[in-house]
């Protein structure tokens, strides 16, 4: 059981819109700690799309974007490419637990 | 460009011990603080531990506190993980990834290195 709750998955067709939400809690997001995300190709290294909440690292297309609110965050991908298929975890600081702490991760399908 | 690498996976026993290292380079790796994160088969990525650039702050989680520990070595531009008393569900894959502090994005990280504990 992960501290930060995702979908296990979503899917879209090509050039829709998919949002991908992670609920935590108090102690983490709702503490207003930071929330990243990655997206994670099997075999591959994972890679930031998204950090402290809304802002895109160089060469990420701003297809992806983020939003926060209270303890829950969300990731969107406008514009579906079949090369979105992924997995996409967020991930936040924990204060009671100090140390960071990812959610489950939600598998992306384009149909 | 930023490069780490992750050596030093292997199969191992329970209860036997590992080491893995995680070589640096491409930026001033002694102003960066480091984690270590890993996937088990067919599950999501976990954190595991995280040191700041100079040892004097570390974190762990629960599931490897006692067991494992963190340490680099800024004059070889190393990070390593020294694991202890190693268990079946330690199995997985293990990333070390860059962050300037524990709360801010891990924004690179190595292709991993497969640790497999069985008997």
């Known amino acids: 059981q992960s501290v930060l709750t995702q979908p296990p998955s979503v899917s879209g067709a090509p050039g829709q819109r998919v949002t991908i939400s992670c609920s935590g809690n108090?102690?983490?997001?709702?503490?207003?700690?930071?929330v990243h995300w990655y997206q994670h190709l099997p075999g591959r290294a994972p890679k930031l799309l998204i950090f402290?909440?809304?802002n895109r690292p160089s060469g990420v297309p701003d297809r992806f974007s983020g939003s926060k609110s209270g303890s829950s965050a969300s990731l969107a991908i406008t514009g579906l490419q079949a090369d979105d298929e992924a997995d996409y975890y967020c991930?936040?600081?924990?204060?009671?637990?100090?140390?960071?702490?990812f959610g489950g991760g939600t598998k992306v399908t384009v149909l | 460009q930023v490069q780490l690498v992750e050596s030093g996976g292997g199969v191992v026993q329970p209860g036997r011990s590992l080491r893995l290292s995680c070589a640096a380079s491409?930026?001033?790796?002694?102003?960066?603080?480091m984690h270590w994160v890993r996937q088990a088969p067919g599950k999501g990525l976990q954190w595991l531990t995280f040191?700041?650039?100079?040892?004097?702050?570390?974190y762990y989680s629960e599931s490897v506190k006692g067991r494992f520990t963190i340490s680099r070595d800024n004059s070889r531009n190393t990070l390593y993980l020294q694991m202890n008393s190693l268990r079946v569900e330690d199995t997985g894959v293990y990333y070390c990834?860059?962050?300037?502090?524990?709360?801010?994005?891990?924004?690179?990280w190595g292709q991993g290195t497969q640790v497999t504990v069985s008997s």
């Open positions: 990834a860059r962050s300037s502090s524990p709360r801010a994005g891990l924004y690179y």
């Open positions: 491409g930026f001033r790796f002694n102003n960066y603080g």
């Open positions: 991930q936040s600081y924990d204060t009671s637990l100090s140390g960071c702490v």
């Open positions: 040191t700041s650039y100079d040892e004097s702050n570390k």
């Open positions: 402290a909440d809304t």
């Open positions: 108090t102690s983490n997001i709702g503490a207003d700690n930071d």
